[in-house]
């Protein structure tokens, strides 16, 4: 095995570079085809579904919260630093959890409100609550290659559309 010490990390910002380009890229094409017309406000009524799902959103958020904290501090305390692998996944299960929904919720919230507020209420309350099944699945595909994807890489899709068609509704104004 190769002694750690010795060796150094590569860079990873040309390939993140490289990935989230093409992902933009196919996202923007897809958003070209799909939205008509410049940045409107939608009426209050319209945000009938984005609300909503953004409020189930939010308690998906806390669940996976509360699940993190209780599970490590309330219901197995004693074995939050065991050695054995079945409790390191459950607790890299209950961190990566938590710790990917935070990563991922402003960069949502952000795209959601603007898309929903700007571009198509409708359209961003249904992928609202698209993207809230794809991450509530999210525990239960941890750990699972290539499983996972199937969790994250359509949620990294529905960002990148709002927020291209945000960009590109924008360009229309």
């Not at 959601?112 to 249904?126: D, E, H, K, M, T």
């Amino acid at each position: 095995m190769a002694d750690y010490n010795s060796m150094t990390p590569k860079s990873s910002l040309l390939p993140g570079l490289g990935l989230a380009t093409v992902n933009y890229g196919i996202m923007g094409v897809a958003a070209l085809f799909t939205n008509t017309g410049g940045l409107k406000y939608a009426d209050a009524a319209d945000l009938k579904l984005p609300v909503i799902g953004l409020a189930v959103y939010i308690y998906v958020l806390h669940v996976f919260c509360f699940r993190q904290g209780l599970g490590r501090n309330i219901v197995n305390p004693k074995l939050v630093n065991s050695d054995d692998p079945v409790c390191r996944e459950h607790f890299a299960s209950l961190d990566r959890t938590w710790l990917n929904s935070l990563e991922q919720a402003p960069l949502f919230l952000t795209a959601a409100i603007l898309y929903s507020g700007l571009v198509n209420a409708q359209l961003g309350g249904i992928l609202t609550f698209v993207y809230v099944a794809f991450t509530a699945m999210y525990p239960a595909v941890f750990g699972k290659m290539p499983l996972i994807v199937i969790s994250t890489f359509p949620r990294y899709f529905i960002i990148q559309y709002m927020v291209a068609s945000v960009v590109l509704a924008g360009l229309r104004t």
